[in-house]
């Protein structure tokens, strides 16, 4: 039935009119919903993780988003996988009000509640935020992050501080900078020394170090004094090259009139070298070479020999002979002799000790023979074979390191023909003896401790822990190769073999003399050899490189080069000559700098026995992983109980600081 309307309108009219109520009904709706929108302003995070080794996380993650205005309330970015390595994931919130222009995003982790206890580190690469206007905002981090501690993240653009406006910014811009004032520091070196070359007094050179650990305290104070001179032949830098002596040799013509006094009363040489007292420390590699020339001025090298006691559990220096060859010209100095005659002798075997030290036991027989190793497994073995799963944690930045080495170091333009005596072509020679003078049983440490005739000589704490640490690597090993091995298996490994020979042959150790194996037979022939390759790239290297700006930074305890050749004659040094036989300052500063960056551990460096990067499933290498780590841990607790004894502890081969690697 069809309805009527009052007064004359049109059926247009009443369609207009519906169409003008709809709409006024539209844009009511549409303003309230802006309204809305503007109450709750909606922000889309997105969250990047590090693509490195255990970058993810567990923990749970808020963000609090920083505004001029006004702040949001901390929002967890809620997942259900966490936060995992290399991801970047996406997430809403929501603020109940416009904070105004973003000026900061604060991060905070919190542990999942099923481990309360547990900080699963996080590495966040960046959060980039999109705003309620569509305007992207990348907020860069690019670091680890724990429960400890709150981040606070600028946008990326750069600012000067004269353009910071925002007092949020500018208490962000001073807190950033007050905790990198506390977690970095500059070693100073006071430089207001004498503007000529020579130092002018010891004391002096006290002053270049204004931040000194105890043992360079303890080095610096105690370095002219014999026992601490003969100390340093067991537990310094350099602990291999003393060996027992059973029979003086005839280019070193010590008598028992000259050293009677030394000895026990009633004893003589013979009688002492009988025991077993007696030792012997020849630098005949450095004969002969000619030295440097630094600042335009000749520099000198001696090779000496130096005769020791060891009585009442100390190492005594009793004889120094500064030439190899006996003559009038080549007098044997004697702790009885002037102080500055003994002194000055001394100083002269600390800088064979450099040449040996940094040459020899260092670069040669780790840092070089580890790049032959960490070459020839690469070339050798392919990922799956388990020697090279086994290895190549023991390879890390070992060639990295080397190619810096070759660089900076022993460059025609590095740190040695600039600053030391013996970098010129003496170098290439001393090197060259150095390695016809290796052999594999000087690489094991039983077997070296055993030729060199030092098993019972009291105090050698580098003989102790360095046994026990072989020890434990070789039952490691002996594990890991007897479960993969059989003997024929070592035979028929055409792999295996073919890393043998790359080792023997680019490590130029092919001669009969140097005693390598040719070829394997055995898994105890294989298992000792591992246990070598493991050992020189990690224990050894931490025995003659980790204290060498402790033992190394009291420059006349290491001097890098001498200005004044040996002295010819007794009764003549005095302190003024002694001064300007040790090195210049140019030359001091430089050694302390090369040997501080050199002892320096890494941030990422990874602990002997730890594997973050397990590279095996099965159950017998992983059980024999836990085992010599819980075995280090033993050897740590042993050696820390020892140390607690001494004013100079020995803490080189503890397991803690001892690399998997040569990694600096």
Same mark, same amino acid.
């Given at each position: ?220 104070? /105690? ?11 067991? /537990? ?114 600390? /800088? ?185 790239? &990690? ?75 397990? &590279? ?49």
């Amino acid at each position: 039935m069809q309805q009527s309307w009052k007064g004359s309108v049109t059926s247009a009219e009443v369609a207009e009119l519906l169409l003008q109520t709809a709409a006024e009904e539209l844009t009511v709706c549409a303003e309230y919903q802006s309204c809305i929108r503007v109450i709750m302003s909606k922000y889309t995070i997105q969250v990047s993780t590090g693509d490195v080794l255990y970058a993810g996380t567990s923990n749970r993650i808020y963000i609090k988003l920083i505004g001029k205005t006004c702040n949001s309330r901390p929002h967890q970015l809620e997942t259900v996988t966490g936060f995992w390595a290399g991801s970047e994931q996406t997430f809403t919130i929501e603020c109940k009000e416009n904070i105004g222009k973003l000026l900061l995003v604060e991060l905070e982790a919190k542990p999942p509640p099923y481990m309360p206890l547990i900080d699963d580190e996080w590495f966040c690469s960046k959060i980039t935020v999109t705003t309620p206007e569509g305007v992207r905002i990348l907020f860069p981090c690019h670091r680890w992050m724990s429960c400890k501690k709150k981040l606070f993240l600028r946008d990326s653009v750069a600012m000067l501080k004269t353009q910071d406006r925002a007092p949020e910014l500018v208490a962000h811009r001073q807190e950033n900078l007050k905790r990198r004032r506390q977690d970095f520091n500059f070693m100073r070196l006071k430089l207001e020394c004498p503007s000529f070359d020579t130092w002018s007094s010891l004391e002096d050179l006290s002053g270049v170090i204004s931040c000194k650990t105890k043992t360079l305290e303890y080095v610096e104070k /105690n370095w002219m004094k014999d026992e601490f001179f003969g100390y340093q032949f067991l /537990n310094g830098l350099n602990p291999m090259i003393i060996t027992r002596c059973s029979k003086l040799p005839e280019k070193f013509p010590v008598t028992n009139e000259m050293v009677k006094s030394f000895l026990p009363d009633r004893s003589t040489l013979e009688l002492e070298m009988e025991k077993g007292n007696i030792f012997l420390c020849d630098y005949e590699r450095l004969r002969d070479l000619e030295g440097n020339e630094i600042n335009k001025k000749k520099q000198y090298l001696a090779a000496p020999l130096c005769l020791l006691i060891s009585i009442q559990g100390k190492l005594m220096p009793i004889a120094i002979q500064l030439y190899q060859e006996p003559g009038p010209g080549n007098p044997i100095f004697l702790p009885s002799d002037s102080d500055t005659d003994w002194m000055l002798a001394k100083i002269f075997v600390r /800088n064979a000790e450099f040449n040996e030290h940094e040459l020899n036991f260092h670069l040669l027989r780790t840092h070089l023979l580890g790049e032959v190793f960490t070459v020839a497994i690469m070339r050798n073995f392919p990922a799956c074979h388990p020697l090279f799963k086994l290895l190549i944690p023991h390879t890390r930045y070992n060639l990295q390191i080397n190619i810096m080495a070759r660089s900076q170091l022993i460059s025609q333009t590095g740190y040695f023909p600039k600053f030391t005596a013996i970098g010129n072509d003496s170098m290439m020679t001393f090197l060259k003896r150095a390695a016809s003078s290796l052999t594999y049983s000087s690489l094991c440490i039983p077997e070296d401790i055993k030729q060199r005739g030092l098993e019972k000589i009291p105090n050698y704490y580098y003989r102790d822990d360095g046994l026990e640490l072989w020890e434990k690597i070789f039952e490691f090993v002996s594990g890991f190769v007897s479960h993969y091995y059989s003997d024929q298996d070592v035979r028929g490994d055409k792999e295996l073999q073919a890393w043998l020979t790359q080792i023997t042959e680019n490590g130029l150790l092919e001669h009969n003399e140097a005693g390598f194996p040719k070829s394997f037979c055995t898994v105890e022939e294989l298992a000792k050899f591992v246990t070598m390759v493991i050992f020189t790239v &990690s224990a050894q290297h931490a025995a003659v490189n980790s204290g060498q700006f402790e033992f190394g930074g009291w420059m006349p305890n290491f001097p890098s080069s001498l200005r004044c050749p040996p002295p010819r004659q007794k009764g003549e040094t005095t302190m003024k000559s002694v001064l300007e036989t040790l090195p210049d300052v140019s030359t001091t500063v430089n050694t302390m700098a090369v040997v501080y960056l050199l002892s320096q551990q890494g941030d990422d460096r990874y602990p002997l026995g730890h594997y973050p990067e397990v &590279s095996f499933s099965e159950e017998e290498p992983l059980k024999l992983m836990t085992q010599f780590k819980n075995d280090l841990q033993d050897l740590e607790k042993k050696i820390d109980s020892r140390n607690k004894k001494f004013d100079l502890p020995y803490t080189y081969l503890n397991p803690r600081n001892v690399d998997n690697s040569i990694a600096i």
